[in-house]
Nanobody, 129 residues
């Protein structure tokens, strides 16, 4: 069974940067899409960014557009989330999710948690003002 493992969460000050990593236990090129979500206690899980594995085409939530970058390294089977200009409202548990289903459209946004069935345990990001 495919597994994903997040790392890189930390505590930083506002305006700082962090890089999260998502290690995938199989070939990332065979995935439909790999995404990053985040969730704070008491709220729903928000899709932050995803990348279609074959095209490398990324999509972002409006809340992080221009500040976050998602990147997939197929030589390492790892997906990164580069987070810049962090804000206190970015404080959250960040989860990596993968979709290996067939019939991938490879187009359109894929930031709904129902579209992913493989999830990691999460990594905490805390941004202080």
């Amino acid at each position: 069974q495919v597994q994903v493992t997040e790392s890189g969460g930390d505590s930083v000050q506002a305006g700082g940067s962090l890089t999260l990593s998502c290690a995938v236990s199989t070939y990332t090129i065979s995935a439909c899409s790999i995404a990053w979500f985040r969730q704070v206690p008491g709220e729903g899980r928000e899709g932050v960014a995803h990348v279609y594995s074959r095209s490398g085409l990324p999509r972002y939530a409006d809340s992080v557009k221009g500040r976050f970058t998602i990147s997939q390294d197929n030589t390492k089977n790892t997906v990164y989330l580069y987070m810049n200009t962090l804000k206190p409202e970015d404080t959250s548990m960040y989860y990596c999710a993968a979709d290996f289903s067939r019939g991938c459209p490879f187009t359109g946004a894929r930031l709904d948690q129902s579209q992913y069935d493989i999830w990691g345990q999460g990594t905490q990001v805390t941004v202080s003002s």
